[in-house]
């Protein structure tokens, strides 16, 4: 009888991504990565920014800067075109580090680092 080659499940999961660790996008619309994206699956694949990171970006933009009330947490959910839901847990996290903080009421917000 000839011995039986057993392969690792890390291997066998591995065997279509060249990258062990991260998801494989190549084949993927961008609805796809922007799902496994805001399902936690990762903060960054493949050069696809996290929620938190495009709320901040969208956040520091002149444009954001220059509204006095800061921006509607609507606006960043049509603009960013990601679930409320989604812009909501970001808003929070940011909060919590300190990168972001409300304006007039709970709904709207502006980045600490651009006043």
């Known amino acids: ?28 619309t ?13 903060s960054n694949i493949d050069g696809v920014k996290s929620c938190d990171q495009l709320v901040l970006d969208y956040l520091q933009q002149p444009a954001s800067i220059a509204q006095e009330k800061g921006v509607h947490r609507d606006e960043l959910s ?15 996290s940011l909060e919590e580090e300190g990168l972001i903080y409300s304006t007039i009421d709970e709904f709207h917000y502006k980045s600490t680092q651009c006043g």
Do not use: D, H, Y
């Not at 961008?30 to 990762?42: L, N």
């Not at 049509?78 to 929070?92: F, H, Y």
């Open 1 to 28: 009888m000839e011995p039986t080659t057993k392969k690792s499940k890390e291997s066998i999961g591995n065997l279509n991504n060249k990258n062990p660790g991260k998801i494989a996008t190549e084949n993927m």
């Open 30 to 42: 961008e609805a796809q990565v922007k799902i496994a994206t805001f399902s936690g699956q990762s």
């Open 78 to 92: 049509r603009q960013l075109k990601i679930p409320v839901e989604k812009i909501m847990e970001s808003i929070r």
